[in-house]
């Protein structure tokens, strides 16, 4: 591509931020436009369910790049900017403001939003989302200490900003619709343990418990929940999951299955057009299937497919994916998805420790680990899954084998 070739950028987040400087590695010569419809350079999301809330990171501290590396690289930013529409055949997006701009090629990384809770009362001031900075700054206006906090959702975002507001001083209950917590991601006896942690630390969970209004004057009062129970609540945080933005990828006619269908080399079905990031349904040849993510390092390792194709290079996009959470003292890395597993087996007292590792197996193979507290575990989880080593499985539950001894 020559210098006269504009690249475009539909998000400003954590795939853009890899996006773009991969541009320049792979010898993008032209122009480099982000369009973001938010306020800031992009920045990091975990930290908002965890140091950002807590107050021991500010906004500043949480940009993945310095404005200066931006500007050194010559990426340009249209901040507070939304795009309604592409046109494939002119090669041009339009602005909310009526404005269009023309495209060489396009990179659509707009992510996910927050799944929003259909019932009444979710607009009262203290009800709150978590997706963005603003959503962080507003919560932390209406952290009070000994004040009631409910979290409507036990996943991983709900449980994070639990711990983190108990550490505040909050009161807190999580009310969970399914029999237990973290019931879509992980096995029964790890939802088991980080029942029994939060209440340690004096988190109330109560599951089986739909949320079914939540009532106040302009401000939130209380959760009224299915069984008649009510909550009081001084603040309340809905975490319920997230959808993809695929509505402008749709309506351009680009091919959609739970997320913008791209290939391993990102690439959409519009030649011109890759996606990257939370918004992506892609192959992943490790798994053997396509799978849909939501997570840093799979926004950002397409990313970088996504800019090599712009480029006309291919870079295959096929990396095991993995996640991580911080609650209280525990740091859960999880290695592998751990869809359809058969077997699970446990190394370390799950039952009054605060440090184990989950082993998932499907027909005697590893899959996946939940490794809490188990840096060692998780590296050798990683190499095996990737399949750079071969794991013993029958020595996984054993404690006096050392963990570089679980594979040859
Ligand atoms: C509180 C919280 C905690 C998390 N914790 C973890 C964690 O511990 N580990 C982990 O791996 N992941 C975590 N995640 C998930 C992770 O943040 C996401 O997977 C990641 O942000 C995805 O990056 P992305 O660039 O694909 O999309 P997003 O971060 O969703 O960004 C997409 C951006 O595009 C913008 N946009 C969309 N449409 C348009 C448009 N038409 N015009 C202009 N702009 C548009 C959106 O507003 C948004 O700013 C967490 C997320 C949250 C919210």
Same mark, same amino acid.
């Given at each position: 591509?020559?210098? #006269?070739?504009? +690249?475009? %950028?539909? &998000? @400003?987040?954590?795939?853009?931020?890899?996006? *773009?400087?991969? /541009? =320049?590695?792979? !010898?993008?010569?032209?122009?480099?436009?982000?369009?973001?419809?938010?306020?800031?350079?992009?920045?990091?999301?975990?930290?908002?369910?965890?140091?950002?809330?807590?107050?021991?990171?500010?906004?500043?501290?949480?940009?993945?790049?310095?404005?200066?590396?931006?500007?050194?690289?010559?990426?340009?930013?249209?901040?507070?900017?939304?795009?309604?529409?592409?046109?494939?055949?002119?090669?041009?997006?339009?602005?909310?403001?009526?404005?269009?701009?023309?495209?060489?090629?396009?990179?659509?990384?707009?992510?996910?939003?927050?799944?929003?809770?259909?019932?009444?009362?979710?607009?009262?001031?203290?009800?709150?989302?978590?997706?963005?900075?603003?959503?962080?700054?507003?919560?932390?206006?209406?952290?009070?200490? #000994?004040?009631? +906090?409910? %979290?409507? &959702? @036990?996943?991983?975002?709900?449980?994070?900003? *639990?711990?983190? /507001? =108990?550490?505040? !001083?909050?009161?807190?209950?999580?009310?969970?619709?399914?029999?237990?917590?973290?019931?879509?991601?992980?096995?029964?006896?790890?939802?088991?343990?980080?029942?029994?942690?939060?209440?340690?630390?004096?988190?109330?969970?109560?599951?089986?418990?739909?949320?079914?209004?939540?009532?106040?004057?302009?401000?939130?009062?209380?959760?009224?929940?299915?069984?008649?129970?009510?909550?009081?609540?001084?603040?309340?945080?809905?975490?319920?999951?997230?959808?993809?933005?695929?509505?402008?990828?749709?309506?351009?006619?680009?091919?959609?299955?739970?997320?913008?269908?791209?290939?391993?080399?990102?690439?959409?079905?519009?030649?011109?057009?890759?996606?990257?990031?939370?918004?992506?349904?892609?192959?992943?040849?490790?798994?053997?299937?396509?799978?849909?993510?939501?997570?840093?390092?799979?926004?950002?390792?397409?990313?970088?497919?996504?800019?090599?194709?712009?480029?006309?290079?291919?870079?295959?996009?096929?990396?095991?994916?993995?996640?991580?959470?911080?609650?209280?003292?525990?740091?859960?890395?999880?290695?592998?998805?751990?869809?359809?597993?058969?077997?699970?087996?446990?190394?370390?007292?799950?039952?009054?420790?605060?440090?184990?590792?989950?082993?998932?197996?499907?027909?005697?193979?590893?899959?996946?680990?939940?490794?809490?507290?188990?840096?060692?575990?998780?590296?050798?989880?990683?190499?095996?899954?990737?399949?750079?080593?071969?794991?013993?499985?029958?020595?996984?539950?054993?404690?006096?084998?050392?963990?570089?001894?679980?594979?040859?």
């Amino acid at each position: 591509m020559d210098s #006269n070739s504009t +690249a475009i %950028i539909v &998000g @400003g987040s954590h795939a853009a931020a890899q996006l *773009a400087p991969s /541009l =320049r590695q792979e !010898g993008w010569q032209g122009r480099i436009l982000i369009i973001s419809n938010e306020a800031y350079l992009p920045y990091h999301r975990p930290p908002l369910s965890k140091a950002y809330l807590s107050g021991e990171k500010d906004a500043e501290s949480l940009l993945i790049r310095a404005a200066a590396f931006y500007d050194k690289a010559n990426i340009e930013f249209m901040l507070e900017a939304h795009v309604d529409k592409i046109d494939r055949n002119a090669q041009l997006v339009t602005l909310s403001t009526g404005e269009s701009l023309a495209y060489n090629k396009l990179a659509l990384c707009t992510g996910s939003r927050v799944r929003q809770l259909p019932i009444d009362g979710t607009k009262l001031k203290g009800v709150h989302y978590l997706r963005d900075i603003a959503d962080g700054n507003a919560i932390k206006a209406d952290i009070k200490k #000994n004040g009631m +906090a409910v %979290i409507i &959702g @036990g996943g991983y975002i709900g449980l994070e900003t *639990a711990a983190l /507001l =108990r550490k505040t !001083g909050m009161q807190v209950t999580v009310l969970e619709t399914m029999e237990r917590v973290l019931e879509r991601v992980t096995a029964p006896e790890v939802g088991a343990f980080y029942s029994r942690v939060h209440s340690e630390e004096g988190v109330v969970i109560k599951t089986g418990v739909m949320a079914s209004e939540i009532v106040g004057a302009e401000r939130v009062k209380a959760v009224v929940c299915n069984t008649g129970e009510q909550v009081n609540a001084d603040l309340v945080i809905i975490g319920i999951g997230v959808i993809p933005n695929t509505e402008l990828a749709e309506v351009a006619g680009l091919a959609i299955d739970n997320g913008i269908l791209v290939n391993e080399f990102a690439e959409t079905n519009d030649p011109n057009i890759v996606a990257a990031g939370d918004c992506t349904n892609h192959p992943n040849q490790l798994l053997g299937r396509n799978i849909r993510l939501e997570s840093v390092p799979n926004a950002s390792e397409q990313a970088k497919s996504a800019a090599a194709s712009m480029c006309g290079t291919k870079k295959a996009y096929s990396a095991l994916p993995w996640f991580w959470s911080d609650q209280f003292d525990l740091k859960l890395q999880i290695a592998g998805l751990n869809q359809g597993y058969d077997q699970v087996i446990i190394r370390g007292d799950i039952e009054n420790s605060r440090s184990f590792v989950a082993w998932y197996l499907k027909g005697g193979r590893l899959i996946a680990a939940d490794c809490v507290n188990r840096v060692k575990e998780f590296m050798i989880a990683k190499q095996a899954l990737a399949g750079l080593k071969t794991i013993d499985v029958a020595k996984l539950a054993d404690e006096s084998v050392e963990p570089k001894e679980l594979v040859n």
